[in-house]
């Protein structure tokens, strides 16, 4: 059973960047599509990013495209580069992956989460 772990969140102000990571352990995850879930407070969790297990297909999110990046560093390894932040991306986020038949990055599911890492954007 693969366990993640996320890794990098913090406080930023608003417009400011941060990078957040999401290492797997216990096995290769090779096969395996991986994404960004968040959930902010009061709100249901919501689909950010995802990426193909070859890292070259991407899907995000509308309220986040063009400002995230979603990156594949290694078969077990990815992180979400977020940038001009604002308060609305207060959050939760969850690293979560999936076995993938092919080579196609989703939005639904994902069966193994993250504890996840808050992310905090003041004004």
């Known amino acids: 059973q693969e366990r993640l772990a996320e890794s990098g969140g913090g406080l930023v102000q608003t417009g400011g960047s941060m990078s957040i990571s999401c290492s797997a352990s216990?096995?290769?995850?090779?096969?395996?599509?991986m994404a960004w879930f968040r959930q902010a407070p009061g709100k249901e969790r919501e689909f950010v990013a995802s990426?193909?297990?070859?890292?070259?297909?991407k899907t995000y999110a509308d309220a986040v495209r063009g400002r995230f990046d979603i990156t594949r560093e290694d078969a077990n390894t990815m992180s979400l580069q977020m940038n001009n932040l604002k308060t609305e991306d207060t959050a939760v986020y969850y690293c979560a992956v999936k076995i993938a038949s092919w080579d196609s990055a989703g939005r639904d599911g994902y069966t193994t989460w993250g504890q996840g890492t808050q992310v905090t954007v003041s004004s």
């Open positions: 990426v193909s297990r070859s890292g070259r297909r």
């Open positions: 216990q096995g290769r995850i090779n096969n395996y599509a």
